[in-house]
């Protein structure tokens, strides 16, 4: 069924994925009766859509493309119980739902781009070499290698974050509910990011006033550490850009950009600040601008 235009530029959505669990999002449509292409989007680690997509979804939509964003299950307006499961395969799995509900609506030409970051950008990644069909990829300030995070993680901080880690673990084995543990903290506290400059990056990228949690299962930091999305970048046929931050403290550049070079059609941007930085002033202006960029020269609208 067609989606119903009232004049207004975002409309709630909702579809299903595994497990019969509804992701909730948005969809942007220009204001056109012709179909075209689609850009989905998600967030990284344990962030929700409200945390700045709208800003990327906005621009895309005013360039001429439509967007569907969306919460992973577990986390957000999403469904999935228990909450703050931070689950790398259940996070994928929403990927192909939301790239088939895109697909299934009568507003797009059957064009799809992925956009992810952080987090979210390793999934692109993956899915972009998983599905077929992908128009092209934007992958941003991506998580691509779990031992280079793992590195970049202070030695204090991994101490005091294990016993919740094989707590969780053991929690999951006996069907209990899963031990938390802070996404962002301060450094040499037991929280999954800890650099100095996520604390004031990750958490103002969240609304005043909005309710947020700031955790997740612990289990995910020991997938972190073995997790290579970036692996698939040799895999993915169609256009992908990396955008890649320099001073990146969460997922570092050196590791990105070995893995971002194999990617048979990828274009690298590189930009001189922070993981954090690129969704906020003018780092965002100038991703944003690159990013709609690659769009015109590789998803033309028309």
Same mark, same amino acid.
Request: net charge positive; hydrophobic share 40%; glycine share 10%.
């Given at each position: 069924m067609p989606i119903q235009r009232d004049g207004s530029a975002r409309k709630d959505i909702a579809f299903t994925s595994g497990g019969g669990d509804t992701c909730r999002g948005w969809l942007y449509l220009p204001d056109t009766d012709e179909r075209r292409p689609i850009v989905v989007l !998600? $967030? %990284?680690?344990? !962030?929700?859509?409200? =945390?700045?997509?709208?800003?990327? !979804?906005?621009?895309?939509r005013a360039a001429g493309?439509?967007?569907l964003v969306f919460d992973y299950r577990h986390f957000g307006a999403s469904d999935g119980e228990p909450r703050q499961l931070l689950d790398i395969e259940r996070q994928r799995t929403d990927w192909t739902a939301a790239v088939a509900f895109a697909r299934s609506l009568p507003e797009v030409d059957g064009r799809?781009? /992925?956009?992810?970051?952080?987090? %979210?950008?390793?999934h692109v990644i993956v899915m972009g070499a998983r599905l077929p069909g992908i128009a092209a990829?934007?992958?941003?300030?991506?998580? #691509?290698? %779990?031992?280079?995070?793992? =590195?970049? #993680?202070?030695?204090?901080? #991994?101490?005091? /974050? +294990?016993?919740? =880690?094989?707590?969780d673990l053991a929690a999951a084995a006996r069907g209990k509910p899963p031990v938390?543990? *802070?996404?962002?903290?301060?450094?040499? #506290?037991?929280? &999954? =990011?800890?650099?100095?400059?996520?604390?004031?990056?990750? &958490?103002? +990228?969240?609304p005043e006033g909005m309710a947020f949690r700031n955790e997740a299962s612990g289990r995910i930091g020991l997938r972190i550490a073995t997790a290579s999305p970036g692996r698939s970048a040799r895999k993915v046929p169609c256009p992908i850009l990396f955008c890649v931050c320099d001073d990146?403290?969460?997922? *570092?550049?050196?590791?990105?950009?070995? $893995?971002?070079?194999?990617?048979?059609?990828?274009?690298?941007?590189?930009y001189p600040f922070g993981h954090f930085d690129i969704y906020v002033g003018g780092?965002?202006?100038?991703?944003?601008?690159?990013?709609?960029?690659? &769009?015109?020269?590789h998803v033309p609208i028309g």
């Amino acid at each position: 069924m067609p989606i119903q235009r009232d004049g207004s530029a975002r409309k709630d959505i909702a579809f299903t994925s595994g497990g019969g669990d509804t992701c909730r999002g948005w969809l942007y449509l220009p204001d056109t009766d012709e179909r075209r292409p689609i850009v989905v989007l !998600a $967030h %990284g680690l344990g !962030a929700v859509k409200e =945390m700045r997509l709208d800003a990327y !979804a906005e621009r895309f939509r005013a360039a001429g493309y439509a967007c569907l964003v969306f919460d992973y299950r577990h986390f957000g307006a999403s469904d999935g119980e228990p909450r703050q499961l931070l689950d790398i395969e259940r996070q994928r799995t929403d990927w192909t739902a939301a790239v088939a509900f895109a697909r299934s609506l009568p507003e797009v030409d059957g064009r799809v781009v /992925l956009w992810g970051s952080s987090f %979210g950008g390793g999934h692109v990644i993956v899915m972009g070499a998983r599905l077929p069909g992908i128009a092209a990829v934007i992958s941003q300030c991506p998580f #691509t290698d %779990g031992l280079a995070s793992a =590195m970049a #993680t202070s030695p204090v901080t #991994t101490a005091k /974050l +294990l016993p919740a =880690m094989l707590a969780d673990l053991a929690a999951a084995a006996r069907g209990k509910p899963p031990v938390l543990v *802070p996404l962002a903290g301060p450094p040499g #506290t037991a929280a &999954l =990011m800890t650099a100095p400059d996520v604390v004031p990056g990750y &958490l103002r +990228l969240v609304p005043e006033g909005m309710a947020f949690r700031n955790e997740a299962s612990g289990r995910i930091g020991l997938r972190i550490a073995t997790a290579s999305p970036g692996r698939s970048a040799r895999k993915v046929p169609c256009p992908i850009l990396f955008c890649v931050c320099d001073d990146d403290t969460v997922a *570092p550049a050196r590791a990105t950009l070995r $893995h971002a070079r194999k990617a048979p059609r990828g274009e690298i941007k590189r930009y001189p600040f922070g993981h954090f930085d690129i969704y906020v002033g003018g780092g965002f202006e100038r991703a944003v601008r690159d990013q709609i960029d690659f &769009l015109n020269r590789h998803v033309p609208i028309g």
